[in-house]
Antibody
Framework: QVQLVQSGAEVKKPGASVKVSCKASGYTFTNYYMHWVRQAPGQGLEWMGIINPSGGSTNYPQNFQGRVTMTRDSSTSTVYMELSSLRSEDTAVYYC???????????WGQGTLVTVSS | QSALTQPASVSGSPGQSITISCTGTSSDVGSYNLVSWYQQHPGKAPKLMIYEVSKRPSGVSNRFSGSKSGNTASLTISGLQAEDEADYYCYSYAGNSTWVFGGGTELTVL
């Protein structure tokens, strides 16, 4: 069965970086794109970007460009999301989600809480 | 890009039907039949309920249906049940390998 297992909760200071991992299993890793989505406390879902695990190509929305980097390790079927220059507003649960059929998010990771606090 | 517009909240009684709208622009919802809907219960990851405007994944109740007209997509839940109480989000392709969520709608079953 398809599973996306994310790394554990993180606490970071403002200005630092965080790297969240998402390990995929139960399917051919390189056949499906992956999105990253975040949700601040009490807020809605926000799209952070997409990575093609096959070639590693990425695309990020303008509001994250320059601060987010998505990478993958095909040998371990893992994608990573690194967010730099953290500020308190980056406190959120971060999710990885598999793109099924090219357009929708059919499987989600369990989420990783990142807390940014001095 | 701006978030798609959803009502902040909707409510209905058990057995009734409700509809949640998701309004975008001609650059996203209006241009592509790539709207999906997600249900999220508190503390849980979102769950896919509808994809490609009106298709239902295996295992999702046929009480959930989707449609689109122009720049507005809609999710309808018929025969409302207590377990449907959750937050609902629409999601659309917006061109140039970008995507956008709706602001989310809190559904209360009275």
């Amino acid at each position: 069965q398809v599973q996306l297992v994310q790394s554990g909760a993180e606490v970071k200071k403002p200005g630092a970086s965080v790297k969240v991992s998402c390990k995929a299993s139960g399917y051919t890793f390189t056949n499906y794109y992956m999105h990253w989505v975040r949700q601040a406390p009490g807020q809605g879902l926000e799209w952070m970007g997409i990575i093609n695990p096959s070639g590693g190509s990425t695309n990020y929305p303008q509001n994250f460009q320059g601060r987010v980097t998505m990478t993958r390790d095909s040998s371990t079927s893992t994608v990573y999301m690194e967010l730099s220059s953290l500020r308190s507003e980056d406190t959120a649960v971060y999710y990885c989600a598999r793109v099924g059929g090219g357009s929708y998010l059919d499987y989600w990771g369990q989420g990783t809480l990142v807390t940014v606090s001095s | 890009q701006s978030a798609l517009t959803q009502p902040a909240s909707v409510s209905g009684s058990p057995g009734q039907s409700i509809t949640i709208s998701c309004t975008g622009t001609s650059s996203d919802v209006g241009s592509y039949n790539l709207v999906s809907w997600y249900q999220q219960h508190p503390g849980k990851a979102p769950k896919l309920m509808i994809y490609e405007v009106s298709k239902r994944p295996s295992g999702v109740s046929n009480r959930f249906s989707g449609s689109k007209s122009g720049n507005t997509a809609s999710l309808t839940i018929s025969g409302l049940q207590a377990e449907d109480e959750a937050d609902y989000y629409c999601y659309s392709y917006a061109g140039n390998s970008t995507w956008v969520f709706g602001g989310g709608t809190e559904l209360t079953v009275l």
